[in-house]
């Protein structure tokens, strides 16, 4: 894994730095993750991103224009504190979670 960064925003846009990095969700409100089409952050076809909710608020991924998250019964949330969930780019706008650790509903 790469660096580990503190994301404390509760209204979040990942760029390409956040890509190969542990983002630590950090904040007592709240914090969405939006996740933007390729033509804005001109993602690669397996870039991965992975995301510890560290604060009490949910974390909830939110799909940009044009994109699709595909997840087990259309959970996007991090439901619980100090659990995991990882997101890849699969290509053609489509972003996949891989896997989820401890109680996560993404």
Same mark, same amino acid.
């Given at each position: 894994?790469?660096?580990?960064?503190?994301?404390? =925003?509760?209204?979040?846009?990942?760029?390409?730095?956040?890509?190969?990095?542990? +983002?630590?969700?950090?904040?007592?409100?709240?914090?969405?993750?939006?996740?933007?089409?390729?033509?804005?952050?001109?993602?690669?076809?397996?870039?991965?991103?992975?995301?510890?909710?560290?604060?009490?608020?949910?974390?909830?991924? =939110? =799909?940009?224009?044009?994109?699709?998250? +595909?997840?087990?019964?259309?959970?996007?949330?991090? !439901? +619980?504190?100090?659990?995991?969930?990882?997101?890849?780019? !699969?290509?053609?706008?489509?972003?996949?979670?891989?896997?989820?650790?401890?109680?996560? +509903?993404?």
């Amino acid at each position: 894994f790469g660096d580990i960064e503190t994301r404390t =925003a509760t209204s979040n846009s990942p760029t390409l730095t956040w890509v190969g990095r542990i +983002n630590y969700m950090e904040n007592a409100s709240a914090q969405t993750i939006t996740l933007d089409n390729e033509a804005t952050r001109d993602w690669q076809i397996g870039q991965r991103m992975d995301f510890i909710r560290q604060g009490a608020g949910t974390v909830t991924f =939110a =799909a940009g224009s044009g994109v699709t998250i +595909n997840s087990a019964a259309g959970n996007l949330s991090i !439901k +619980n504190r100090y659990s995991a969930a990882s997101v890849i780019y !699969k290509g053609s706008d489509v972003f996949t979670p891989p896997h989820t650790t401890g109680r996560c +509903n993404i």
